[in-house]
């Protein structure tokens, strides 16, 4: 039952290339972002993120679910559009201040969620799909593992005194020296 309610609730959500970092490149129509580890000729942009982000172009209003494949070490976030973006100062960096909330997704380690710089050990593997649902007026966030069966892996509740948008920071893996990718998927495929 729960599983149905969520996808009445989806959101098609694409990303904003206003808002991509220099080292990220979008592709499948702005629903996919890559960390290329090579500096991409975008224009300059006031909502350009000096950090590896990208947000979403639509706002998370009312009840809205996405999910996303990811491979590599991503922040899975969801964050208000005024979050700062120029410098490196945990003003503008995914769960490290009071604009945004984040889970860590790493294959090499388990899963945290962040927010306001506090960093939570949720204790429980990473997932390759992960569900986000958002309550606005209820002041809920949800994450959750995506199989055969959806897992819920950490829920908040707060009040969200701003329009929210999805977002993503992607780390480059130096050690493997590999891509880290987010995708937008359906959750009816």
């Known amino acids: 039952m729960f599983t149905f309610v969520i996808c009445l609730d989806f959101c098609d959500l694409t990303l904003d290339p206003n808002t991509v970092h220099y080292y990220l490149i979008l592709s499948e129509r702005n629903r996919a972002v890559t960390h290329s580890g090579r500096k991409q000729q975008y224009s300059d942009h006031p909502e350009r993120f000096d950090t590896y982000q990208v947000l979403s172009k639509e706002s998370v209003c009312?009840?809205?679910?996405w999910e996303v494949?990811?491979?590599g070490d991503v922040y899975i976030s969801v964050s208000y559009k005024d979050i700062s973006r120029k410098g490196q100062s945990n003003e503008c960096v995914f769960g490290r201040n009071n604009q945004s909330w984040s889970l860590w997704?790493?294959?090499s380690s388990s899963l945290f969620f962040y927010h306001n710089n506090i960093?939570?050990?949720?204790?429980?593997?990473?997932?390759?799909?992960?569900?986000?649902y958002v309550d606005h007026s209820a002041g809920t966030?949800?994450?959750?593992?995506v199989s055969d069966t959806m897992k819920l892996l950490h829920r908040i509740h707060t009040t969200f005194t701003q329009p929210l948008y999805a977002g993503f920071c992607l780390r480059w893996n130096f050690i493997s020296n590999s891509e880290t990718t987010v995708r937008l998927c359906?959750?009816?495929?």
């Open 119 to 132: 960093k939570t050990d949720l204790g429980v593997p990473s997932s390759s799909r992960i569900g986000v």
């Open 186 to 189: 359906d959750p009816t495929k």
């Open 69 to 71: 494949e990811w491979s």
């Open 105 to 107: 997704c790493s294959s």
């Open 141 to 145: 966030l949800s994450f959750y593992s």
């Open 62 to 65: 009312g009840r809205c679910y």
